[in-house]
Structure formats: C-alpha cells, structure tokens
Antibody, heavy 119, light 107 residues
Framework: EVYLLESGGGLVQPGGSLRLLCAAS????????MNWVRQAPGKGLEWVSS????????FYADSVKGRFTISRDNPKSTLYLQLNSLRGQDTAVYYC????????????WGQGTKVTVSS | EIVLTQSPATLSLSPGERATLSCRAS??????LAWYQQKVGQAPRLLIY???NRATDIPARFSGSGSGTDFTLTISSLEPEDFAVYYC?????????FGQGTRLEIK
C-alpha cells in the first residue's frame, strides 16, 4: 500500500523547536521530490518546503526561510522538517506530500500532524 | 509570487447540477495548474493536474480546462460526496502557491 505517515507534532511554546517526521511506504522514495504543506486552523493550504529527490536541493517559503529545515533519509524512506524559532502563526496541520514525477502536482498526501504554538 | 484567485468563494448547488469553479493566475502559468478536493477532517486529494489531466481513480464527471491565466474545474453532475472545498495550485514558479479555495455546499 502506498502511503505517507507523519508524526512529531504537538504543543510547543513560542520560540521553541519541533521535528516532524514523515515515513513513506509503498513506493521508491528516492525517485520523488518530497514536500511539506501546512494548513492553519480554518484557513487554506500553504506550501512550506520542498526537497529534490537526488541532489537534495531545498526550497522554502519566505515565511519559514531561516527557521525551518527540510531533509530526507532516502535509505530510510523518511522525510523530516525541523521547526525552530516557532511563532503563533506557525500553528497548523502539517502535511507531508509527494510530487508526481517531473516536479509535478502533489499526488500523494499524508493525514497530517498538528503543531500548536502557544504559551 | 504568483497569486491565484478562486471564484466564487462559496457555491451553493444541488445534487445533479453542474458546478463550474474558476481559478485566475496573476501571471501566465502555461498549463501548470492542479486542482485538489478537501473534505472536512481529511487531507486534500489531487483531482486534476496540468490543467486538464484527471488523476488516478478520479471520476470522469470532473474535468479541467484553461491555460495561461484562466482555468476552470467543472463537475458535470454533482454527487453528494462532491460537496467539499476545492483548491487550485500552480507549479510554474517558486514559491508554489494555492488559491484561497471555493467551498461547494449543498443548496
């Protein structure tokens, strides 16, 4: 079965850190660009970050650049997102997503992990 | 940054009716547009990619059209399970961006 399973979300104080994980299964992980997309409560979707399949090039939204770090472990089929210097506006459900071949659309989504930044 | 503007914000229709959702880009994105469906409490699901290609297992009642700056998602005859929020998304350039969504509700 093909799926993505996120973990690592939780409640953290402003200025704190968190590490999200996404375990991939059922497909050849290192053949795909992987991403994080988030959704604040009651709001729309926001792309956060992407990492290339082979050379590990990374891309970030301006809202998280310098605070978040995306990485991947291809042998373990796992995607990570390190969240530092967290702010209230980072509160959201974070989805791990796969891009279709050739840097295409987000064709596979995890169920999401919730991050709440609050004192 | 490419801004995607979806209209209408909310669309109220009855099962069996035809739904037409619009997405307009602030600049040319060729055909690099996708549509997603999100039901309450669920992750989004890819419906259409590259403007008019249906994703795997998506029913034929969903169709996409357009290129450049104006795009349309059409649902030919609404089924009860189609009432949800729909987002468009462009992959023409970084940062990747989404529209604000259209809520399709039962009339």
């Amino acid at each position: 079965e093909v799926y993505l399973l996120e973990s690592g979300g939780g409640l953290v104080q402003p200025g704190g850190s968190l590490r999200l994980l996404c375990a991939a299964s059922g497909f050849t992980f290192n053949n795909y660009v992987m991403n994080w997309v988030r959704q604040a409560p009651g709001k729309g979707l926001e792309w956060v970050s992407s990492i290339a399949e082979y050379d590990g090039r990374t891309f970030y939204a301006d809202s998280v650049k310098g605070r978040f770090t995306i990485s991947r472990d291809n042998p373990k089929s796992t995607l990570y997102l390190q969240l530092n210097s967290l702010r209230g506006q980072d509160t959201a459900v974070y989805y791990c997503t796969r891009r279709a071949s050739g840097w295409g659309a987000f064709d596979l989504w995890g169920q999401g992990t919730k991050v709440t930044v609050s004192s | 940054e490419i801004v995607l503007t979806q209209s209408p914000a909310t669309l109220s229709l009855s099962p069996g009716e035809r739904a037409t959702l619009s997405c307009r880009a602030s600049q040319n994105i060729d055909f690099y547009l996708a549509w997603y469906q999100q039901k309450v409490g669920q992750a989004p699901r890819l419906l259409i990619y590259d403007a008019f290609n249906r994703a795997t297992d998506i029913p034929a009642r969903f169709s996409g059209s357009g290129s450049g700056t104006d795009f349309t998602l059409t649902i030919s005859s609404l089924e009860p399970e189609d009432f949800a929020v729909y987002y468009c998304q462009q992959r023409r350039s970084w940062p990747l961006t989404f529209g604000q969504g259209t809520r399709l509700e039962i009339k």
